[in-house]
């Protein structure tokens, strides 16, 4: 059964959330499958993140290398970037590189923020979320970062806007948990494409 699925995640098209680094932060790339076939009675698809990339460094030409070859495993159907700063060449540059996929920039104002927490929380709380949890791989050093950096993430209300951060402390970052928000957010608009077969 889980050949079935593997091979079914990479025929099915994916969504992909691109945080790019800004200062000490890493720049993490969050492939997410989607269940476009069977939508829950509120509209809700099934969510599984299959994998994460994440990238040190500031040296964006070789990122850009890594990122399109990380992706080049998934039929990608639409990558949301945040296009704040480094985030929109970014993203002009994935729209040249990547020219089959939908490259969508996502700014960090408050209230398109608080859109994107909001939609990944009702798919958290609808267990319409999941994640790998292997054995093998949460001894990897990604799945320890993704993990840590989601249960440490602190939510705040600012006014009507709802938030999501990482703790004031040292060394905590959010970039895993921005990247899956951009990732899921790209479904709340997107509806899978029908298709015409004709013999």
């Known amino acids: ?3 079935k699925l593997v091979k079914t995640w990479h025929k099915t098209p994916v969504v992909v959330g691109v945080d790019p680094a800004r200062k000490m932060d890493s720049t993490v790339v969050t492939v997410v499958w989607v269940d476009w076939d069977r939508p829950d009675e509120f509209g809700y698809y099934d969510h599984r993140v299959l994998n994460w990339l994440e990238i040190q460094g500031d040296d964006w030409e070789e990122q850009y290398f890594q990122i399109v070859n990380f992706l080049s495993n998934y039929d ?5 970037v945040d296009a704040n700063g480094v985030g929109d060449a970014v ?10 996929a939908e490259v969508v920039g996502v700014t960090s104002s408050q209230s398109e923020q608080s ?3 909001k939609h990944l929380q009702a798919l958290i709380q609808r267990r319409m979320l999941g994640f790998p949890a292997h054995a093998k791989t949460r001894n990897l050093r990604i799945w320890k970062r993704f993990y840590q950096q989601m249960t440490d993430a602190e939510i705040q209300y600012k006014g009507p806007n709802f938030m999501v ?9 959010d970039d895993f948990v921005d990247s899956l928000a951009i990732a899921c957010s790209l479904t709340k608009e997107l509806t899978m494409p029908s298709v015409e077969v004709s013999s």
């Open 1 to 3: 059964t889980s050949q």
């Open 76 to 80: 990608v159907m639409a990558i949301g």
């Open 91 to 100: 993203a002009q540059r994935l729209k040249v590189l990547m020219p089959r």
């Open 115 to 117: 859109s994107r927490f």
């Open 165 to 173: 951060s990482a703790p004031d402390e040292a060394y905590a970052h």
